[in-house]
Each structure stands twice: as structure tokens, then as C-alpha cells.
């Protein structure tokens, strides 16, 4: 089960591990849960200055705006969930790590907005525990 | 971080010839896989296929080891969207 809590701006946020390798560590992220977004991770570009992740090469992607900007996507890795997992990742000029649908697959999220309380936990079914 | 200009110059090559490998493999794409994800290897205009982006990207740095991709959603114009404005 991953605990996370809704931010002063009304965002439900969890911390994931974001590993960069041996230059630039482990650091740890507060990741907005981005429902609207359905990839896996978004990552401030700044962020990746000293990673060792592999350049997968580039996609398009649309902003709420309606433009279409193309940016580097990563094969990176981050400690989420209990486990250390490889996540296809689009760097972006953003300033938040965004955790997208992707990641929320076979899990099921709540958000409770009185009490502020947000949970990811395992899908019935889908096999997993944690 | 400003991009260097050779990431610049890079990322729009590969853009601009995996858009063009796409337009070229639109059609049998489209019918064979809508809403999937194509992973271009934009040199040959090879490319591997997966039900999402992570699938595709495990299949194309095993097929194309080192090389550059362009990603692609089968019969979208782009393969995410942010719906939030930043």
C-alpha cells in the first residue's frame, strides 16, 4: 500500500524513489498524481543532468493548450510501490513529477479530499501484494 | 536545462524522419492496430509494435540496441496528453 497526501494546491501527491544511477543517487520525488496524463512518469528535464538512463529517442505530446511539443523519452528507473521498477519516461520542461495512468495500472487509487489521505493499493485480483 | 544544439538537431532528425516512416505505414498500421504504440527506428524505417509504451520500448532496445526511436500511437497524432496547463 502506498500513502501519499493532497497538497495545498487540492493535488493528491505521493514520494517515489526516482534512481538516477551512481552520479546523480537516489533522490526522492513528491509526485503529483496526474489522472489526465496517461503515460507512467513525467520528469523535469533539470532532473536528468546526472542520470545514467538510456535515451530512448523522442515522442510527441499534446498539452492542455492543444500544442503539440516533442521531447526525449528515457528507459528509467524508479523505487515505487515497494519494488524497483524500469518506466518509460518523457522528460518535459515541467517543474513536477508527474505520475501518470500508466503507473496505476492493475492498482486502484483513492483520494479522500475531506480527509486529505490519498492510497494506491493492489487491483482485487490483479495478483499483486504490498 | 537549455538543450545543446547538437540534442536539438538530433531530436528534430529523428522527429522529422519518424513522422515521415509513420505517414509511410500509416494505412496497415491503422488496421492492424489502432491505439497501439509503434516504436520507429528511424534510419532503416524498421519498427516494433506494443500494446503500450513500455512494451514497445522493451521490444525496440532489444531489436535496436543504441538506437534512436521515434514513438508513435497508431492513429493518433501524438502518444500522450497532458491535460493539465502548466
Known sequence: MVRGWVNEQGEP?????????????????QAVIDTGFNGYLSVPSVLLGSADWELLGFEDYELASGEVVSEPVY???????GEERFVYVVATGA??????????????????FGAGTVLIGPSPGSGEEY | MKPKAGATAEREHVVAKGREVYRRLAKELEAKFPGQIVAIEVES??????????????????????????????????????????
Not at chain 2, 67 to 85: E, I, N, Q
Open chain 1, 13 to 29: 501527491q505521493v514520494e517515489l524513489v526516482v534512481d538516477l544511477g551512481p552520479t546523480g543517487g537516489h533522490v526522492m520525488a
Open chain 1, 75 to 81: 528507459w528509467g528507473r524508479v523505487l515505487f510501490a
Open chain 1, 95 to 112: 517543474s513536477d513529477v508527474l505520475l501518470g495512468t500508466g503507473m496505476l495500472k492493475q492498482k486502484v487509487l483513492t483520494v479522500n
Open chain 2, 45 to 86: 524505417g524498421d519498427h516494433v509494435v506494443g500494446g503500450d509504451e513500455l512494451e514497445a520500448a522493451r521490444k525496440a532496445r532489444e531489436r535496436f540496441p543504441g538506437k534512436r526511436l521515434y514513438f508513435a500511437r497508431v492513429g493518433s497524432r501524438v502518444v500522450h496528453k497532458f491535460r493539465v496547463l502548466w
